[in-house]
């Protein structure tokens, strides 16, 4: 397992038990007492947990958004589609990353990438990617959603638009090969399709649980985007839906 994806395994049970001993995590993730507690000064240092004898605690103020459990779910699909969407990427480019669960594992990607310049209104992407390798971020301001730990509305809307990013990246909720790509929530579908057309390319990235999936809003058709990130081949009906759109496996 991943070290990533184990401190947020870490971070989900201390979600569910508020603490857990040293001893019960090696035991369940298969690793030596010294590497949960290597994962438990990382959480430490994100302000997430703190240490006490024998085991973690969860930080009182820590955030138990349900952004956490959605950015954890399937995450090894995520980390596959995150991997193939940063091979887009290259050095100086302006890029949008909006605040759908794959975008956290999407900045982890980026790890080689220099000089990028960041546009988004997530505040784990601008918290990951601030001065990572150079690069300089943008964060779209206004009201913050606890629930997303992201910003909407008009006034966070109207300063991303004033970018003219190379590539931009839109976490899909929803893959509806009659409808489009669509979402759960009004604001973030609302952004998305107000800021795709500053693009000069658009992905759209999606895990195969998306597919055929019902979203409660439209974000944006299939002719909007130009590449789809996935992690698994799409059914037939999507893919001749995506038709004139380059399909990328994870």
């Not at 995450?75 to 091979?87: D, F, H, N, T």
Request: glycine letters at 6%; charged letters at 25%; aromatic letters at 8%.
């Amino acid at each position: 397992m991943l070290q990533d994806t184990r401190q947020s395994e870490i971070y989900n049970l201390l979600q569910l038990h508020r603490s857990c001993a040293i001893s019960d995590l090696a035991q369940r993730f298969d690793v030596s007492d010294e590497t949960i507690r290597r994962d438990i000064r990382q959480l430490e240092a994100e302000g997430q947990a703190y240490r006490v004898r024998g085991g973690v605690t969860l930080k009182e103020n820590a955030v138990e958004a349900p952004y956490l459990v959605r950015r954890n779910q399937n995450a090894e699909k995520k980390q596959a589609i995150a991997l193939k969407a940063s091979e887009l990427v290259e050095d100086g480019m302006t890029v949008l990353i909006d605040s759908g669960s794959t975008a956290y594992w999407l900045c982890k990607a980026l790890s080689k990438q220099r000089n990028l310049t960041v546009i988004t209104n997530a505040l784990d992407v601008a918290r990951e990617m601030a001065g990572k390798n150079g690069a300089k971020v943008f964060f779209g301001g206004g009201a913050i959603d606890s629930d997303y730990q992201s910003s909407f509305g008009r006034e966070t809307e109207a300063f991303m638009s004033s970018f003219t990013p190379e590539i931009a990246f839109f976490s899909i909720g929803a893959v509806d090969s009659r409808r489009g790509l669509l979402d759960f929530h009004y604001p973030e579908a609302s952004m998305k399709a107000g800021l795709a057309a500053l693009a000069s390319r658009v992905v759209a990235l999606a895990d195969s649980s998306k597919f055929e999936r019902q979203g409660i809003v439209k974000a944006l058709d299939f002719k909007q985007i130009d590449i789809f990130v996935t992690d698994a081949l799409p059914p037939r009906q999507i893919l001749d839906a995506l038709d004139e759109v380059e399909v990328q496996i994870g």
